[in-house]
């Protein structure tokens, strides 16, 4: 257990989950962007692997749906294998945005898959591609503000998804 991050819980999440609750439209907009961005980044998606399909080649459309399912998988496999405890059951506290699990939160699936489909995006239209980078930094601040993940385990899902993200559609 991190110092900082255990003086971070139990000092400052408390003034941001006040700052939140003190306002319903804050809290309100937390728990929009949590709910409708990633709905909205899976529509996106939808919409690259629809076009890959009907206007690109098929090389294009394999890696439009293979490098965001191999991305889901492997951050799938490393939070089975790290474990990690959500800060919210591990430094006791009643987080803005309910989540119903306690452990494999390490690193965060919705950071890395919004980050992943951003960099698909990113390959096929770059002015969407950037829409969905800023969008991916918003599931990130979400996840962490909301108390569902720590800042660690949001930038480490969002890394392997940048990650995956380039070596997929601009290396390989």
Request: aromatic share 14%.
């Amino acid at each position: 257990m991190s110092q900082k991050e255990e003086v971070f819980y139990k000092e400052t999440y408390p003034k941001i989950r006040d700052w939140f609750q003190h306002s319903a439209l804050r809290l309100q907009l937390l728990k929009l962007c949590n709910d409708y961005i990633p709905v909205l980044t899976g529509v996106m998606y939808a919409g690259l692997v629809f076009a890959s399909a009907w206007f690109w080649h098929r090389e294009v459309f394999f890696r439009i749906l293979l490098i965001p399912a191999i991305t889901l998988a492997l951050v799938t496999v490393l939070r089975k294998c790290i474990k990690a405890e959500r800060p919210y059951f591990k430094y006791k506290f009643e987080p803005l945005i309910y989540k119903d699990a306690k452990k494999d939160s390490m690193p965060s699936r919705h950071c890395a898959s919004a980050a992943v489909i951003a960099m698909a995006a990113l390959y096929m239209v770059p002015a969407c591609g950037v829409l969905m980078l800023i969008l991916s930094l918003f599931v990130c601040a979400t996840r962490f503000l909301g108390g569902v993940h720590t800042a660690k385990q949001c930038a480490a899902g969002w890394i392997i998804g940048i990650l995956f993200g380039i070596a997929g559609f601009f290396v390989l």
